[in-house]
């Protein structure tokens, strides 16, 4: 199947390499207001921010990013881990597509791979408050609350309206106290 996609691109001149970073200028503004502004345009805002993440300057790897989400959603992991392979290849820098490639790596229980997936997200894009939340999550399944918790304060830092890392970073809080960090 990888073979296939690579020789449909390569027959398309689709092999060009993409160039995708998170340094929209709109991303600044937007965190700005999301961590300053009112309540009610969190929501707005978190939809602008993840609409901005999940656009690549590259029309070639926008469509691969569409037709992966189009495969998650009808259960095709295998297929949508492929077509992954190819945005981050083409696209190194666009942290979306490790970001979608560790969440199909998730749910295909390769939690070693989605977290190798979800730590390149972080250094490209430290603001990723969905991933910090899905690695507190891990971590706190593994038991490991004060990491966990540490980890909710960073979904918070950037996305302070967040109520479900709000909700369990308040009952981390209450049940690490007194206890030894």
Known sequence: MRKAIFAIMICFGLTAPAVADQTDPRLDLLFEELRTGEAGRAEENVARIMEIWATSSSDTVNLL????????????????????????????????????????????NDQVGAIEDFSKVLELE????????????LLLANGEKYEAYVMYQKVLEWNPHSDSARRV?????????????
């Open 65 to 108: 990013y569409e037709r992966a989400l189009q495969s998650r959603a009808a259960g095709e992991n295998g297929l949508a881990d492929a077509l992954l392979d190819h945005v981050v290849g083409l696209a190194p820098n666009f942290a979306q597509g490790y970001a979608l490639r560790g969440a199909i790596r998730l749910d295909s």
């Open 169 to 181: 970073a308040r009952e981390l809080r209450r049940e690490i106290d007194g206890q030894e960090i």
């Open 126 to 137: 430290p603001r990723q408050f969905e991933v910090r939340q899905t690695l507190a999550e």
